[in-house]
C-alpha cells in the first residue's frame, strides 16, 4: 500500500519538500496528546521481551531512528509513538545555519538509497535547547547527536563541540559526537585520532560532568581504513567512552556529490561492527545504523555484536509502519529461538 503511494505521489514531489511536510505533520502530532497516546498504544513495542539496557539507559526495544530525521528535536514523541524504540536528534550545531544550498537530497530508487548533501541545516544549539526541555521526562529515549558549526575553523572545533554539549548533554539520554558526515569541509578529518583525542576528551568532561552522567558515543565514517576503525576504537577504550555508532553515509559512489544510505551500504556497515566488536569485546556499546531494511537486517545487527540498531533510508522506502513492522517480527523471531528477551539474542554474539 505505501509503497503504491511511493511510487504514485511521492516520488512527483522533491526529497525535501516531502521530508520538511513530514516533520511538519509529525511536530504537531507531538502537540496533541491524544492522537499521540493512541499511536503509542497501538504501534509502540510493548512486548516487555524487546526492552534492553545499554550505558545505563532502558530503552523499549532494540531499533531506534538514526540522526539527520529530527535534526531540530521538533517531533521525537511521534517518531516514538510510531514505533522508534529511540530518536536520535540532530546533527545540532552550536550556532545555526542554514546547510547547503537545495537542491540536497536525492532517491536512487532502484537501489532502495538516498544520496544528501544537507550540511548539517539547523537552528542551532539554543533553540535545541529550548525544544529538548519540553520532552525531558517523557518517555520517549533521546539521543543528541553535535557536530561543528560550518564557519569554525579546525582548530576551533572542541570548543564548539563544547559549546553544543554544554547546552545539550543536560537534556540527553546519550550524546553523539559526529565527525563522519561528509558534507562539511574537513569534519572527517576529525576522525584522526590526534585530532579526536582532544575533542573527545573535552565533550566527556561535559557530557560525564552533568549530574546524571549523560552516556557519550562517537560516529564514525564507512569510509575508515580498517586500522583507522581500531584506532578510533582503541582511542574509545582509553577514553571511557560509552559507545561508537557505526556508520554514517558514505561517499564512495558514482553519482550526485554527497552521502549515500541505505541498501549500498548495508555490506560495509555490517564489516565496520564485525570489526568493532572483535577489537572492543563487551566494553563498549555497539550502535549499528547503515542499509538496514528489514527484521532480517536487525536480528543480524544484534547476533553481530550490536546492542541497538538504527534506521533511517528504510523508512523513507518502506513507509510509517516500518519499525512497528519490525518489532512485531523480531517479537516473533524471539518466540521461534526459544530465547525470552533481546538481551539474550545480544548475549549470543559475545
Ligand atoms: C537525509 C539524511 C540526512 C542525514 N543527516 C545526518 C546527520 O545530520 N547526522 C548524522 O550523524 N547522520 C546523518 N545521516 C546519516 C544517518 O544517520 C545514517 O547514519 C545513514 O543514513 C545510514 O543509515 P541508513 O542506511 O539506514 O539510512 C543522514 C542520512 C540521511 C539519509
Known amino acids: 500500500m505505501y509503497r503504491l503511494f511511493f511510487t504514485l505521489v511521492l516520488r512527483r514531489f522533491d526529497a525535501e519538500s516531502v521530508h520538511h511536510a513530514t516533520v511538519r505533520a509529525l511536530a504537531v502530532l507531538s502537540a496533541l496528546p491524544f492522537a499521540k497516546r493512541l499511536l503509542h498504544r497501538w504501534l509502540a513495542p510493548h512486548d516487555p521481551a524487546l526492552r534492553v539496557s545499554a550505558f545505563g539507559v532502558h530503552f523499549p526495544g532494540p531499533f531506534g531512528l538514526a540522526a ?4 531540530d528535536a521538533a517531533c521525537a514523541e511521534a517518531i516514538s509513538a510510531l514505533g522508534f524504540g529511540h530518536v536520535e536528534v540532530g546533527t545540532i550545531t552550536a550556532h545555526a545555519q542554514p546547510g547547503n544550498p537545495r537542491p540536497r537530497l536525492f532517491r536512487r530508487v532502484g537501489q532502495a538509497a538516498i544520496v544528501n548533501r544537507m550540511g548539517f541545516n539547523n537552528h542551532g544549539a539554543a533553540a535545541a535547547e529550548r525544544r529538548l526541555r519540553r520532552t525531558r521526562g517523557l518517555p520517549v529515549v533521546v539521543g ?6 560550518k564557519v569554525v575553523p579546525e582548530s576551533d572545533a572542541a570548543a564548539d563541540y ?3 554539549a554544554r547546552r545539550l548533554a543536560p537534556l540527553a539520554d546519550y550524546l553523539v559526537v559526529n565527525v563522519s558526515s561528509p558534507n562539511t569541509p574537513g569534519l572527517r578529518n576529525l576522525q584522526a585520532v590526534e585530532l579526536l583525542r582532544p575533542l573527545l576528551s573535552a565533550v566527556k568532561e561535559v557530557a560525564h560532568g552533568t549530574p546524571r552522567r549523560t552516556p557519550l558515543l562517537v560516529k564514525i565514517a564507512p569510509d575508515l581504513a580498517d586500522e583507522d576503525v581500531d584506532a578510533v576504537a582503541d582511542l574509545a577504550l582509553e577514553l ?3 559507545g561508537i555508532i557505526a556508520t554514517n553515509t558514505t561517499i564512495r559512489h558514482d553519482g550526485e556529490q554527497g552521502g549515500l544510505s541505505g541498501r549500498p551500504l548495508k555490506a560495509r556497515s555490517l564489516a565496520v561492527l564485525r570489526r568493532l566488536r572483535a577489537r572492543v569485546g563487551d566494553r563498549l556499546t555497539l550502535v549499528s545504523v547503515g ?12 547476533l553481530a555484536g550490536a546492542t541497538l540498531v538504527q534506521g533511517y533510508t528504510g523508512w523513507i522506502y518502506n513507509g510509517p509502519f516500518w519499525p512497528s513492522r519490525i518489532n512485531r517480527q523480531l517479537s516473533r523471531r524471539l518466540r521461534r529461538h526459544g530465547m525470552k528477551s533481546i ?8
Open 291 to 302: 542499509g538496514v531494511e528489514d527484521v532480517d537486517d536487525v536480528w543480524e545487527r544484534l
Open 144 to 149: 543528541v547527536n553535535i557536530g561543528k558549526t
Open 162 to 164: 563544547v559549546a553544543s
Open 68 to 71: 539527520g530525521f529530527d535534526k
Open 343 to 350: 538481551t539474550e539474542a545480544i548475549a549470543r554474539s559475545a
Open 240 to 242: 571511557g567512552l560509552d
